[in-house]
């Protein structure tokens, strides 16, 4: 539930308009072909969360699998990615909220939204699982309204939905192939997220048990709400009556002509970027920890409170939430457009690395050094590489694309320079400090890594 929380969000209730005003109908197959990705992505996640359970994820197997320096960049990377998202979280409910108060600077509700999110974190890890629980489930319900809603629109042809409408306002793809593809990048971004249900691993009972069929569950439902949905918004409406200003799924209530059906569903949109802003405040709570502990992130980030919080970690994602805010401020109509184009980054980050430690744990299990967990990623290390591959033409293919993927794409020697520069800083502090006597062995830096902390597991509902 943790997972499907972190991803339902305005990835899909918000993103998924703009992208279906710009690519028109054909957006379902790019939908379609990131889920195949994500597929394999979680797949391999489930093989390394088998073979070792850390809340360090995969910082820890990049360690284990790479070296020090991939779990350091690796890390950081998935910090910026929540962090940026955040932004989009919260601007996206600022979007959604100028429904009712059109007058209200679009920075005040963002800045509200960060402050509730943050309390909600800040006094248990308990409070969290039990309130994203019920968050994700009031998504999924409203994800399963739509789908039996919109599928009875198109059976009984109601207010014109129907297969034509994939061809309507310039066919399925009315700007060009070329387009479609150029939406691949925001699409990835929208599947963020469901990485943290091995995260959660490490503070969950049971893990060999309920880890497999919590990743192939959250692999068929993602499936199905991402790629149903999207393939009913385009035949329940032309693909022009949707635009980036408000959410698809509020477009198609307001059509119905029930008064309270559009605000209802817009509570609903706005409790998904709730919930999913509050999940990346749990995550990068505990990635910065981790680090921390490893001497790879200001050791402020590494405390915890006596509610078992890494309150640390938090805050300094908070700050740059904060930053969010006066982005807001700014430039209120590309704030969610750059965000979402910069986390996109961390997220193809994220997934890269899960799938060369996989590649890596197997490697390591054919030479009989590891036991290979009997849930196995399928098909590697081919779709291994044919994943990295389209991963790698995304990231390309953001140079020709909009002004904020642009901005994103030649943002990444800039964030590559402050990683490098961070790993050096890193390193030589380690060369300063003062060495243990040698009473054994000295420690494997590539054998795995303790769990960075003793947090008491979530609810086992959550």
Known sequence: MIAIGGAIGVGLFLGSGGRLAAAGPALV?????????????MRALGELVLHRPTSGSFVDYAHE????????????????????TGIAELTA?????????PHVPQWVVALGALVLVLAVNLLSVRLFGELEFWFALLKVLAITLFLF???????????????????????????????????????????????????????????????????NGVVWRIAIFYVGSVLLLTLVLPWTAYSGDQSPFVTVFNSLGVPWAGDAMNVVVITAATSSCN???????????????????????????????????????????????????????????????????GVITTWGTLLFCQIRLRRAA?????????????????????????????????????????????SIPLLAIAIALGWHLV???????????????????????PPPDATPPLSPRS
């Open 279 to 345: 999940s990346g405040l749990y995550s990068t709570g505990r990635i910065l920890r981790a680090m921390a502990l490893k001497g790879e992130a200001p050791a402020v980030t590494s405390r915890m409170s006596r509610r078992h919080v890494p309150y640390g970690g938090i805050a300094l994602t908070a700050a740059v939430f904060l930053g969010g805010v006066f982005l807001n401020y700014l430039v209120p109509k590309q704030a969610f457009d750059i965000a979402i184009a910069i986390a996109s980054l």
């Open 366 to 410: 054919l030479r009989g050094e590891i036991a290979r967990p009997s849930f196995r990623m399928p098909g590697s290390p081919y779709t291994n590489w044919l994943t990295l591959g389209m991963l790698a033409l995304v990231v390309v293919l953001m140079a020709f694309a909009d002004e904020p993927q642009r901005i994103a794409f030649y």
């Open 149 to 215: 809603v919109g599928t009875w629109l198109v059976v009984f042809s109601v207010n014109d939905a129907g297969v034509h409408n994939l061809g309507a306002g310039g066919g399925f793809t009315p700007h060009g192939l070329p387009i479609v593809v150029m939406s691949l990048q925001a699409v990835i971004f929208a599947y963020s997220g469901i990485e943290l249900v091995g995260i959660a691993a490490g503070e969950t009972k049971n893990v060999h048990q309920v880890m497999p069929k919590a990743i």
């Open 29 to 41: 197959l790019t939908y379609a072909v990131a889920g195949v990705a994500a597929f394999f992505v």
């Open 427 to 449: 390193k030589a502090r380690r060369g300063r400090a003062p060495r243990p006597p040698a009473t054994g062995p000295p420690p494997l830096l590539s054998g795995p890594v």
């Open 65 to 84: 699998f790479v070296g020090p320096w991939a779990s350091f960049a690796s890390g950081w990377m998935y910090w910026i990615n929540w962090a940026f």
């Open 93 to 101: 409910i600022a979007t959604y909220f100028s429904k009712w108060a």
